[in-house]
DNA sequence: AACGTCTATTGTAACGTTGCAAACCATGTT
DNA sequence: AACATGGTTTGCAACGTTACAATAGACGTT
């Protein structure tokens, strides 16, 4: 096996090379170091005719910053760290959402750090880790509550985050949600179109602000449809799925059980099917079930729910955008998406 | 609201505050700073009376030290990169596997660093990079090949990495891999106990070599018991879902169909059990659908299927330690790691 | 010709850490 | 008393970058 041959074609002067400097770079263009340092950072200071010679003689010797010296100096990490919940968001969040960040994040030098999230107390640790060692530019968490902790504390210390869901903080700060009142009033819409009478909604934990979001939006719905609502306080998006398919159990023993439910996620819409499944209900016939579509996996769902789209690329793309605009110190203001549901209900797939 | 409660707990002086460095502690302690480098290094140099004293200024002083200048000195970056393939892994593979990465590098001051890997050809720009850059200590990816490019370069450059899957090199590199002959030979050994005569192994795309491993394994196995083997060559892991859905009509189609099918993944599963639906053949009933359980959404597949744990929080605690030997320079053979499938098929759920 | 006023470049000093060679200082040995 | 010995500690010099103050040169003005 010719272990060279690779080397040759992108790396010039092949493994043993020693990485240039700014110092190497300078002694071979005759200047200071710090006119290279300028130069490559399109320092205006720096003549436009030195600024191209340095470059190209910073390409010739194959010259990469050294991070690590950047960071000391700077004192900014260029990294992004990503808290998310094992349980929950990797399943079927982390794909788009990742993706989208990526594209958003092309080109920056920025890197994505993930730590796990947890549900316990101890949350904070990994943010106050983070802060302490300046292990990151930037803070980015999902499973936003009305009174966060972590958005509370990165507030206290002015510490740059942005939010996956919004708060119910006096004081502003960025954030990336998606609209859930529209997507509940549209959900609703559809299943009074479809001849539906009585919605459930599955687990809209009121400690999430989306889950409130979700709560007051339908109430709005049904109120102006006439339909009657049921949203089971016995269940969230923390309960087991054992928990929920005993909720559903209950709902359909009496008289006055659902025909119709929405879902917020994909795993929660699985588990419904398979409860109503279980039970003897078909999706369709004796009841309908509607979804958020955030990933492909729910067009294999069967029988087929109507779904409509959350973007979680854009998700993404957006999230890293208000990032890169919370570091550079934009006003609060701009840093504040709210996404739409993209598209009517129908069947995915 | 009241800001500065919070800090008095745990960041005694206040937001404002100077992190102290080791200068800061050498001052307080009256030696030097190498002495107090040393200390908290625990070197043996250093007498065990000092070493307990200046733990303790340190401590006093909420000294931590500066990550950026560690890496600036010593070349390392206490950094891990995991690459992912946002279409693949991110959906199921991603949660427990990073669990268990996080729980093997806990306490190690180990970050995880996540980028994105294609199938594109230009997968290895990303690795380039991180070598460039010297983003990262060690390199972890998936989907591994037979003669995988990626673990080709790194190999080449010297650079450590792990891989999830083995590879065809001649060069023993280090890995940690699902045992899939001993999966598939325990699958088709309990379909031939339900009855079964046919089976089907669904996408074990060759390229890779866990589909090689499956296709020797399923060979073995079939000639053991006497049953009857198909692997479409049309379709592998990276087919859209249509046509897999052609594939299953085909099949179907015909005289000889299948009456099993072997699935990799949840999602294959998922996938494959939606096709089936559509064409009127039932899992349990015309045909028997196994797979591997990696994380909980498959217990919510309906109708059920039999599945066989693969334990990917073990993977990634595996994968941890495998991380840690190859940097701090263990000899190969003790990193090269083989996992068995946990307990027999089953009902999940 | 002396003066200010730009613009382009330079030198020096950090940032906080660790590796290395040297120095210190009790003890025990000759 | 001079001298090795070994365990502790010290000072210095980097690692590669950027911020800051200072300088050199070109040019027009008085």
Redesign the pocket.
């Known amino acids: 096996m010719s272990r060279k041959t690779l080397d040759t074609r992108d790396e010039s002067a092949g493994d043993a090379m ?2 240039p ?6 002694a071979e263009a ?12 399109d ?9 191209k010679r340095i470059g190209e003689i910073a390409d010739r010797l194959g ?4 991070r ?3 960071r ?3 004192g900014r990490t260029k990294v992004i760290n990503l808290m998310l919940n094992p349980r929950h968001e990797f399943l079927s969040f982390t794909s788009e959402f990742l993706g989208g960040m990526y594209e958003g994040l092309a080109g920056t030098g920025y890197a994505i750090n993930i730590t796990a999230d947890s549900l316990r107390e101890d949350r904070l640790e990994a943010i106050r880790n983070i802060r302490r060692h300046s292990l990151a530019d930037a803070i980015v968490f999902t499973r936003t509550e009305c009174f966060d902790d972590r958005a509370r504390y990165l507030l206290e210390h002015d510490f740059p985050f942005v939010t996956h869901g919004r708060t119910d903080f006096m004081t502003p700060h960025p954030f990336v949600d998606f609209d859930n009142e529209a997507f509940v009033r549209l959900a609703i819409e559809r299943l009074v179109e479809k001849g539906r009478s009585h919605v459930c909604i599955v687990m809209p934990n009121e400690k999430y602000t989306f889950g409130q979001h979700l709560r007051f939006g339908a109430r709005q719905a049904v109120t102006k449809h006439g339909v009657r609502l049921t949203i089971p306080e016995s269940v969230d998006l923390d309960s087991e799925p054992d928990e929920i398919a005993e909720m559903l159990r209950d709902l359909h023993a009496g008289a006055n059980a659902p025909d119709s439910y929405v879902c917020v996620g994909e795993v929660s819409a699985l588990i419904t099917l398979a409860c109503l499944n279980d039970i003897g209900l078909t999706q369709g016939q004796e009841v309908d079930v509607l979804a958020k579509r955030a990933s492909p996996i729910s067009n294999h769902f069967r029988p087929r729910i109507e779904t409509i789209d959350e973007n979680l690329r854009a998700t993404g793309r957006a999230m890293a955008k208000v990032l890169l605009g919370r570091i550079s110190g934009a006003p609060v203001e701009d840093l504040q998406i709210l996404l739409q549901p993209e598209g009517p209900f129908s069947i995915s797939g």
């Open positions: 020693v990485r400097t700014l110092r190497t770079v300078a005759g200047v200071a170091v710090t006119t290279v340092s300028r130069a490559l950072a320092d205006p200071r720096i003549a436009e005719s030195t600024r010259y990469v910053p050294n690590a010296a950047q000391l100096r700077t």
